[in-house]
Each structure stands twice: as structure tokens, then as C-alpha cells.
Nanobody
Framework: QVQLVESGGGLVQPGGSLRLSCVAS????????MGWYRQAPGKERESVAL???????DYAGAVKGRFTISRDNAKNTMYLQMNSLKPEDTAVYYC????????WGQGTQVTVSS
């Protein structure tokens, strides 16, 4: 059983930056791919970014060019660097990993507001 724990959320002004971290209880090398979803109030959960075992990345159109996903296999950690944040980025951000089953973190709140 893999456990994922997110951190790094918070309140930031529009145009600011945050870096989210997702630490796995085991080796992330076992993950075929990992990524981030987000869910804003009253909206469905949506995919934000993913990174494969081989390091290939993909992004939702709304965040492309502003967000960067990465992974540090030695630290069993995945990151989401978020720059040029907008109020519409406000949501709970969840990390996940796929290793046979899909595992989810508990979520971290990101609020973009002046």
C-alpha cells in the first residue's frame, strides 16, 4: 500500500508562485506515471499535469507554460512548480500515482487571491 502526502499549498497573490510536493511512502520508481489533479468549489476534479516513469510530461491547456511537473526518484518525491498563478487556479490539489492501482494523496489547498 502506497501513501502519498502533499504539502506546499497556501495563500498567494495573483502572479505569485508556489511549489507543491508529493512524497511517497515507497519508491516512486514503481509508479508507471504520477500526476496532479485539482478540484475547485462546485467543479469536477480535473487533470493538471502528469509525468511518466520515463519523464515524459503532459499538461492541461489552462496551465501549460505556467506549471512544471517534475520528480526526484532519489527522494521519492514529485513536484508541481506553479508560476504566474491566477485566481482561477484556486482549488484543492491532489497528487496521485499509478502502480497497478491508483493511489491518491489527501489534497492541499491553493488559494490565489489579493
Amino acid at each position: 500500500q502506497v501513501q502519498l502526502v502533499e504539502s506546499g499549498g497556501g495563500l498567494v497573490q495573483p502572479g505569485g508562485s508556489l511549489r507543491l510536493s508529493c512524497v511517497a511512502s515507497g519508491s516512486i520508481l514503481s509508479m508507471n506515471h504520477m500526476g496532479w489533479y485539482r478540484q475547485a468549489p462546485g467543479k469536477e476534479r480535473e487533470s493538471v499535469a502528469l509525468i511518466t516513469k520515463g519523464g515524459v510530461t503532459d499538461y492541461a491547456g489552462a496551465v501549460k507554460g505556467r506549471f512544471t511537473i517534475s520528480r526526484d526518484n532519489a527522494k521519492n518525491t514529485m513536484y508541481l512548480q506553479m508560476n504566474s498563478l491566477k485566481p482561477e487556479d484556486t482549488a484543492v490539489y491532489y497528487c496521485y500515482g499509478v502502480a497497478g492501482s491508483r493511489y491518491w494523496g489527501q489534497g492541499t489547498q491553493v488559494t490565489v487571491s489579493s
